[in-house]
């Protein structure tokens, strides 16, 4: 089984909608993160919590919100979706026990969100 | 913030040594040197990492040089499956003292058959 999931894989959705994506890991790591890929681009951080209490804002924060209910849980959501949203996201965990240089990143499959 | 600069693409020949460059000139001297790489369709992936000294792992070996302005990824013996984006990326530490990673466009490396 993989360490860290996402659901849903693939979603359409249309302009004003709520969207929440999920991740899950069974990795036991404190840290997680979500990033955003557009085509052609590299990733771009939204938010991370390194942990349950601590939330913080990444780069491209405005239009999302995050909410960490567990260790293993990191949901992102789209309050109200817009078609430049459409993109890769990725779900991420660390484990900074591996020390500050060599914190590895393991990241989940991606969720495809089309916003028409 | 320091940033990489890395080619847009590279080709390799099935089963020969791969050398994929990054350039970080204004490196500072306690950010890390990450490498990661995706596969078609799948989420990031850690190769490697290192400070100032060359690191080798079952994936790859990475050499850093002497001014750590720049470093390479050699992968010894290019696959078919070697062919993804690589992403050369710095530590980029917060003023909190926590850390994120700044992933820029990467390399497209293509193997051929």
């Known amino acids: 089984d993989a360490d860290v999931t996402q659901t849903p894989r693939n979603r359409i959705t249309k302009t004003g909608k709520r969207i929440m994506l999920e991740c899950s890991q069974t990795k036991g790591h404190d840290r997680m993160y979500w990033y955003r890929q557009d085509p052609g681009l590299g990733l771009q951080l939204i938010y991370y919590?390194?942990?349950?209490?601590?939330?913080n804002k990444g780069e491209i924060s405005d239009g999302y919100s995050v909410s960490r209910q567990a260790q293993a849980k990191f949901s992102l959501s789209l309050e109200s979706a817009i078609p430049n949203q459409t993109a890769l996201y990725f779900c991420a965990t660390s484990d900074p026990g591996q020390g500050a240089g060599g914190e590895e990143q393991f990241f989940g499959p991606g969720t495809r969100l089309t916003v028409l | 913030d320091a940033k990489t600069t890395q080619p847009n693409s590279m080709e390799s020949n099935e089963e020969e040594p791969v050398h994929l460059p990054c350039n970080h000139s204004t490196i500072s001297g306690t950010d890390y040197i990450h490498w990661y790489r995706q596969l078609p369709s799948q989420g990031p992936e850690y190769v490697i990492h290192g400070l100032t000294s060359n690191v080798n792992n079952r994936m790859a070996s990475l050499a850093i040089a002497e001014d750590r302005k720049s470093s390479t990824l050699i992968l010894h013996r290019a696959t078919l499956r070697d062919a993804a984006v690589y992403y050369c990326?710095?530590?980029?530490?917060?003023?909190?003292?926590?850390?994120?990673?700044?992933f820029g466009t990467g390399t497209r490396l293509k193997v051929l058959a």
């Open positions: 990326i710095l530590r980029d530490p917060f003023t909190s003292g926590t850390y994120k990673y700044i």
């Open positions: 919590s390194f942990d349950v209490k601590d939330i």
